[in-house]
């Protein structure tokens, strides 16, 4: 999903759609922050640190600019007979909360069981990335990973968990630093197996 134009959630079907800021304005926003944050923006040490902000947003948001689709759309069929589980542990997640914009970060394993044909391993781990890649809320990016994954793959089945310590809840408010959050979603057979459920929870290090 291009970032050229920006669609409040709130009514989406009839708001118009916002412009994307100008690399300048964002550099303005967050020297506005830096003052009322209670320090000066013009101070020696702190000149530089809009654009530094502008070019981490530009990597930690870089999902906006990605469609997972894409990376799911390269199939192949000759898997020599496999009938079983496909799954990846321990996938990286970076992503940030869209309530206070801080970061959670965490650990994902996704899984299908093929009907057909298979993808690539490192194509799943990149779906994980760009959504993570975006204001998120853990509910709804475990939710989107696995859609993507069905819509695209049309497995038999497909499991997500997401285990993730959020900052908004370890730096601020409660401070409960050692909390981690567990979010899945199951389809098809992994939501009517519990055997096979519980099998992927084992495999995961969570059953």
């Known amino acids: 999903m291009a970032m050229d134009a920006i669609t409040p959630n709130k009514d989406k ?12 304005e964002a550099e303005e926003a967050v020297r506005t922050l830096i003052a009322w944050a209670g320090d000066d923006p013009r101070r020696e040490g702190l000149l530089d640190t ?14 906006y600019d990605e469609d997972p689709v894409k990376y799911l759309s390269r199939t192949f069929e000759d898997v020599q007979g496999y009938d079983d589980i496909v799954m990846l542990r321990n996938i990286d997640v970076e992503s ?31 779906v994980v990335e760009i959504f993570s890649k975006r204001l ?6 475990t939710a989107q990973i696995c859609d993507a994954i069905t819509d695209s793959l049309a497995p038999m089945g497909t499991a997500v968990l997401i285990d ?8 601020r ?6 909390v981690s959050t567990i979010t899945t979603q199951f389809t098809g057979v992994f939501k009517s197996d519990a055997d096979l459920r519980n099998r992927f929870l084992r495999m995961a290090g969570k059953g």
């Open 173 to 178: 408010g409660v401070h409960h630093k050692d």
């Open 13 to 24: 079907a009839r708001a118009e759609p916002m412009k994307r800021p100008t690399v300048q």
């Open 136 to 141: 998120q809320t853990q509910e709804t990016m």
């Open 164 to 171: 993730a310590v959020h900052e908004c809840m370890s730096t």
């Open 96 to 126: 940030h909360c869209e309530h206070h914009m801080a970061p959670f970060l965490g650990k994902a394993y996704v899984a299908y069981m093929p009907s057909a044909a298979v993808v690539g391993i490192s194509k799943l781990a990149r």
């Open 50 to 63: 809009p654009k530094r902000v502008v070019n981490a947003y530009k990597e930690w948001f870089s999902g």
